[in-house]
């Protein structure tokens, strides 16, 4: 008895091992996200301190980005003296003549690091941010010394935001906290997606996605209905199974390239022929679009709802069906009034799987109609509400935007976390959705079976 017993706790201890696992990984993977994405609306504060520059000790403004322990080795390659180990800090110094915006400086050749309360960070809509005293200040302009004792003026209109974040309380801290976050949720980018906010992307996700599903779920719930309930099994049947199987399977930049060649090309310029010949060769659906973004979603989601389908209705008891023959059901009736109900969780579970990979998806867009900036959105007052021929932003291409092609790497990567933050709670709102659905069909299905 112990020596039958013995396999299946091991496999009880190594399938607990695997779950807890899993869920380390993914609770480290939010942190992550959180920690990092989080920072960029925080207000750090803005430090001082003295540097040789060229010989002479000069005035340093900025933000501690982070810090970082340097060995021997690589001290003597930047050509200092080989100390055992020595730390360097990258100040976030902004916009300043000559310099970068991020630049790297030695713990040990610093001087007086102080936190002065006059000290802010004023951003400019079109040139970035720029650290410094204000000096001067009126209703129309605003005069910033610089930390090389230059003085700078600027125009009311074009200031974004002027902090003190050293003077400001905790209470002061979470408000701009909260107001920073909203900016980034209901604006458009600036400066080449490097600032600004993400609404362009947010909505051009959501109305993708949302279309997406609207021709996914009847589609996808249909055949799977069909293939499990009504399909007889033969050499056929098992041919499109295994057919929908490896499309699932297949990479989704080719679902990019054939939406291209048939749906931009080919139906979008059948469209234009048919209905905008006035407009011709000026191309209304025979150019990539927000129309094309969401077939081509549902073409590469398909695969998702119809597995999710047929499975649901594999997991009926095959007793429930023939009870209700025996009551003088037709199998249309057995289907829509016994089987349906039980399997909605399971449609629902497809569905939502479906929504989330094509939330995420980059490469076969980029074919079909996402951009890198489109900052008008796709949305009107008159039927049907949707500009179904305009192209849009997503929040996939604006990680891969935003992280991979921009030219300065340590202002891009806070930036980066907080657009996955957004995609990671869009995700998981269409989850938490598909659980309370799941779970209100089930005691539906419940309460009218007792």
């Given at each position: 008895?112990s020596?039958?017993?013995?396999?299946?706790r091991?496999?009880?201890?190594?399938s607990?091992?695997?779950?807890?696992?899993?869920?380390?990984?993914?609770?480290?993977?939010?942190?992550?996200?959180?920690?990092?994405?989080?920072?960029?609306?925080?207000p750090?504060?803005?430090?001082q301190?003295?540097?040789?520059?060229?010989?002479?000790?000069?005035?340093?403004?900025?933000?501690?980005?982070?810090?970082?322990?340097?060995?021997?080795?690589?001290?003597?390659?930047?050509?200092?003296?080989?100390?055992?180990?020595a730390?360097?800090?990258?100040i976030?110094?902004?916009?300043?003549?000559?310099?970068?915006?991020?630049?790297?400086?030695?713990?040990?050749?610093?001087?007086?690091?102080?936190?002065?309360?006059?000290?802010s960070?004023l951003?400019h809509?079109?040139?970035?941010?720029?650290?410094?005293?204000?000096?001067?200040?009126?209703?129309t302009?605003?005069q910033?010394?610089?930390?090389?004792?230059?003085s700078?003026?600027?125009?009311?209109r074009?200031?974004e935001?002027?902090?003190?974040?050293?003077?400001?309380?905790l209470?002061?801290?979470l408000?701009?906290?909260?107001?920073?976050?909203?900016?980034?949720?209901?604006?458009?980018?600036?400066?080449?997606?490097?600032?600004?906010?993400?609404?362009?992307?947010?909505?051009?996700?959501v109305?993708?996605?949302?279309?997406?599903a609207?021709?996914?779920?009847?589609?996808?719930?249909?055949?799977?209905?069909?293939?499990?309930e009504?399909?007889?099994?033969?050499?056929?049947?098992?041919l499109?199974?295994?057919?929908?199987?490896?499309?699932?399977g297949?990479p989704?930049v080719?679902f990019?390239?054939?939406?291209?060649?048939?749906?931009?090309?080919?139906?979008?310029?059948?469209?234009d022929?048919?209905f905008?010949?006035?407009?011709?060769?000026?191309?209304?659906?025979?150019?990539?679009g927000l129309?094309w973004?969401?077939?081509?979603?549902a073409?590469?989601?398909?695969p998702?709802?119809?597995?999710?389908t047929?499975?649901?209705l594999?997991?009926?008891?095959?007793?429930?069906?023939?009870?209700?023959?025996?009551?003088?059901?037709?199998?249309?009736?057995?289907?829509?009034?016994?089987i349906l109900?039980?399997?909605?969780?399971?449609?629902?579970?497809?569905?939502v799987?479906?929504?989330?990979?094509?939330?995420g998806?980059?490469?076969?867009?980029?074919?079909?109609?996402?951009?890198?900036?489109a900052?008008?959105?796709?949305?009107?007052?008159?039927?049907?509400f949707?500009?179904?021929d305009q192209?849009i932003?997503?929040?996939?291409?604006?990680i891969?935007?935003?992280?991979?092609?921009?030219?300065?790497?340590?202002?891009?990567?806070?930036?980066?976390?907080?657009?996955?933050?957004?995609?990671?709670?869009?995700?998981?709102?269409?989850?938490?959705?598909?659980?309370?659905?799941?779970?209100?069909?089930?005691a539906?299905?419940?309460s009218?079976?007792?």
């Amino acid at each position: 008895m112990s020596t039958n017993r013995q396999p299946g706790r091991r496999l009880y201890f190594f399938s607990a091992l695997a779950t807890a696992l899993t869920l380390l990984t993914f609770f480290l993977l939010c942190l992550l996200i959180l920690s990092r994405g989080l920072r960029l609306f925080w207000p750090a504060e803005v430090v001082q301190f003295q540097y040789p520059i060229s010989g002479q000790m000069q005035q340093v403004f900025g933000e501690v980005v982070s810090r970082q322990q340097v060995n021997a080795e690589q001290l003597a390659a930047a050509g200092l003296p080989s100390h055992s180990q020595a730390q360097r800090v990258l100040i976030k110094q902004g916009q300043m003549a000559g310099q970068t915006a991020f630049r790297w400086y030695w713990q040990h050749l610093s001087h007086d690091w102080q936190t002065p309360a006059q000290l802010s960070l004023l951003r400019h809509f079109s040139q970035g941010e720029f650290y410094g005293v204000v000096t001067q200040e009126n209703a129309t302009e605003l005069q910033l010394r610089l930390s090389d004792n230059s003085s700078r003026t600027f125009q009311r209109r074009d200031i974004e935001r002027v902090i003190s974040p050293n003077q400001l309380s905790l209470w002061g801290k979470l408000q701009l906290f909260a107001a920073q976050w909203w900016q980034f949720l209901s604006t458009e980018p600036r400066q080449a997606n490097s600032a600004g906010g993400i609404l362009p992307a947010i909505m051009g996700t959501v109305l993708s996605v949302l279309l997406m599903a609207l021709l996914v779920a009847p589609i996808g719930i249909m055949a799977g209905i069909y293939l499990h309930e009504y399909a007889k099994d033969g050499r056929l049947v098992r041919l499109v199974r295994l057919s929908v199987h490896n499309l699932a399977g297949v990479p989704s930049v080719v679902f990019g390239v054939f939406a291209l060649g048939f749906f931009v090309y080919v139906l979008g310029g059948s469209i234009d022929q048919l209905f905008y010949a006035e407009q011709l060769p000026q191309a209304t659906f025979g150019t990539p679009g927000l129309l094309w973004v969401s077939l081509t979603l549902a073409l590469l989601t398909l695969p998702v709802v119809i597995v999710a389908t047929e499975e649901g209705l594999a997991r009926i008891p095959q007793s429930l069906r023939l009870g209700g023959y025996a009551l003088g059901a037709t199998k249309a009736e057995v289907l829509r009034k016994l089987i349906l109900p039980v399997a909605i969780p399971a449609m629902i579970t497809g569905v939502v799987l479906a929504m989330s990979r094509a939330a995420g998806e980059v490469a076969p867009l980029i074919f079909v109609g996402v951009v890198k900036y489109a900052p008008v959105l796709p949305l009107r007052s008159e039927w049907p509400f949707v500009q179904l021929d305009q192209q849009i932003m997503s929040l996939g291409l604006q990680i891969y935007d935003v992280g991979l092609q921009s030219s300065n790497a340590d202002a891009a990567e806070p930036r980066v976390y907080a657009i996955a933050l957004v995609l990671l709670l869009l995700i998981g709102s269409l989850n938490l959705l598909a659980m309370r659905l799941r779970r209100y069909y089930r005691a539906k299905t419940r309460s009218q079976g007792a």
